[in-house]
């Protein structure tokens, strides 16, 4: 249990805050920056590990959002067991584009444009579908009580999304350390030599892909409980498609903590972007966000983890920037 | 005699118009060191890429201690006991020596602590002991290769299918590589490879099949091989042989 010692750390920091007496304001950022965190996360399995860039996790995130809703409003479903039932879904959605992309060996760019169109194929559809509530979307009633999983209290909200990004950074944190993880990173690297040295790439990345499907359909599925609300636009928009690549990208591809630090500082940036406007200028927060991407890939390509681990590399005067195997 | 490790027959392989390997037969006997030999684009490397399932024959039939694998996948290939090195080393060029070799180690050894050290032990055994921690792609060519061997070693083959690991050398590190080569043998792997540098094929190859234009053109013991005109002539030219007086080709 060595090796997950630093996921606890800082879990177990987190979770000290509402503690600390802040305010409704500030909990309700966490939260919202703990969604994309958790996105990202699942992106970052798949992304990070695995190599294959996505652009359509909102796939994931809107089906985990709608099958929780809806089964509850529509069906009379338990909200804990529909927002199982929607991390299932996820997963599902995430074993059938894998299967249909990944068996007919679609890699790199095309991967990340059909990914892509399979999120606007459900946005769409979702949009006239009469189930999701069509243009309208659906509410999910109000029904302050556990087993409802709703909750008074804005820090309980906090605790179950933290609870839920705990949860995605021990499970990559075990993939890291797992046969698995090195096959997975193994295809990252370089998929021919991969598959010679008896690695089943497809097997392996649509393995990764059921598992970051589930856990941004989680994300989903939090969202609906904490907004009561969904519709196409909020479930399958571009906008968490890039959430979820983004934060990853600008805190660490491919290591535990980079969607977590990487939700952190962009949303923390548009926080204080909007702060600083007061209001006056709306989407300035989406300016500061191109203008992160930009600085990041420009003078830190392996993220803000990567770049604090190159330079701490360099102080100690050793060569290596990857972590090593050895634990 | 024994069954063959691997037996190859007849097989076909086409690109649009060019066949690139056509109606070839080769058999490696347990244990021994065969060499493929041939000039530039005769279909040697097409030939692996086909006997590791890479690509699939158009006609033939591939077969590994008597059982037919002609369309298996590569990484079924892998677990059979058939490991390739490429021409063009290709290393995961991001991760460390070591790391290298664990994703080979990986495919016998399930749990991370075995594989670990069945790696290092790979490692240690390829003189890459002191590179162990190192970015792959801050290795030497000589080193990368020796990187190539030992990723395919890490995962126990019985079948080794070597790609040019001599090519880019120079002499000194061919000497020091060839003994190596030698005592996998040893050990009990059959070796197929194919190689340009003849003076190590002339050392360690027991049978030598010459590939051109996709076809089987000789084969034979290496001094049987270098005698032949007909051999001569597929890298020289037609008249090559007759022009030479007879001289040997070495």
Request: with cysteine; net charge positive; aromatic share 8%.
């Amino acid at each position: 249990m060595k090796e997950l010692a630093p996921v606890f750390a800082v879990v177990i920091a987190m979770a000290a805050v509402p503690l600390l007496g802040v305010s409704n304001v500030t909990l309700n950022f966490l939260v919202v920056a703990l969604i994309a965190a958790l996105a990202g996360q699942g992106w970052n399995v798949l992304g990070g590990y695995g190599g294959q860039y996505s652009f359509g996790h909102a796939a994931f995130f809107g089906t985990g959002a709608y099958v929780t809703a809806v089964l509850q409003v529509r069906y009379g479903v338990n909200a804990w067991i529909a927002f199982a039932l929607g991390i299932g879904g996820g997963a599902l959605v995430g074993a059938v584009v894998g299967g249909l992309t990944f068996r007919s060996g679609l890699r790199g760019s095309y991967f990340a444009l059909v990914t892509l169109a399979f999120a606007e194929v459900l946005r769409i559809s979702a949009s006239v579908a009469p189930i999701t509530g069509g243009g309208v979307g659906t509410l999910v009633k109000l029904d302050l009580h556990v087993v409802a999983l709703q909750f008074q209290s804005r820090a309980v909200f906090y605790w179950m999304i933290l609870a839920l990004v705990a949860v995605a950074l021990i499970v990559t944190r075990l993939i890291e350390r797992s046969r698995f993880g090195v096959w997975l990173i193994a295809v990252r690297e370089n998929e021919d030599a991969a598959m010679a040295l008896g690695v089943n790439t497809t097997a392996v990345k649509l393995a990764a892909m059921v598992i970051s499907g589930a856990i941004t359909a989680a994300a989903g599925c939090f969202y609906v409980q904490y907004f009561l609300f969904i519709d196409s636009g909020l479930a399958y928009g571009t906008w968490i498609s890039i959430e979820a690549l983004l934060t990853p990208i600008i805190g660490g591809v491919g290591t535990v903590f980079g969607p977590l630090l990487g939700a952190l500082v962009v949303r923390g940036l548009g926080e204080g972007a909007r702060m600083v406007t007061g209001g006056e200028a709306p989407g300035l927060d989406l300016v500061v966000y191109g203008c992160v991407l930009v600085l990041i890939i420009w003078f830190a390509p392996r993220g803000l983890i990567g770049a604090f681990t190159q330079l701490r590399s360099r102080v100690m005067g050793s060569a290596g920037i990857v972590e090593t195997s050895r634990g | 005699m024994a069954e063959p490790v691997l037996a190859i027959e007849r097989v076909s392989r086409r690109f649009g118009g060019l066949l690139a390997v056509n109606d070839v037969s080769l058999a490696a006997r347990d244990g021994s060191i065969t060499a493929l030999i041939g000039p530039n684009g005769a279909g040697k490397t097409t030939l692996f890429a086909l006997i590791s399932g890479f690509l699939k024959p158009n006609s033939g039939t591939i077969r590994y201690h008597g059982a037919d694998v002609t369309n298996e996948p590569p990484h079924r290939m892998a677990r059979y006991g058939i490991a390739r090195t490429f021409q063009i080393a290709q290393p995961f060029a991001g991760l460390t020596v070591h790391e290298n070799i664990l994703v080979g180690a990986h495919l016998r050894h399930p749990a991370r602590r075995a594989a670990i050290a069945a790696a290092e032990q790979v490692g240690h055994e390829l003189g890459l002991g002191a590179r162990l921690d190192r970015p792959a792609n801050t290795l030497t060519v000589a080193e990368r290769k020796r990187l190539e061997l030992a990723k395919a070693l890490a995962t126990q083959p019985t079948l080794l299918l070597l790609d040019e690991v001599l090519a880019g050398l120079n002499p000194s590190e061919i000497r020091d590589i060839v003994p190596v080569i030698r005592a996998l043998c040893r050990r009990g792997i059959t070796i197929v490879m194919i190689e340009h540098v003849m003076q190590a094929v002339m050392r360690l190859a027991e049978h030598v099949f010459v590939l051109a234009e996709g076809r089987i053109i000789a084969e034979g013991s290496p001094a049987q091989i270098a005698a032949d005109p007909g051999v001569v002539e597929a890298y020289l030219g037609r008249g090559a042989a007759e022009k030479l007086g007879g001289a040997r080709a070495n």
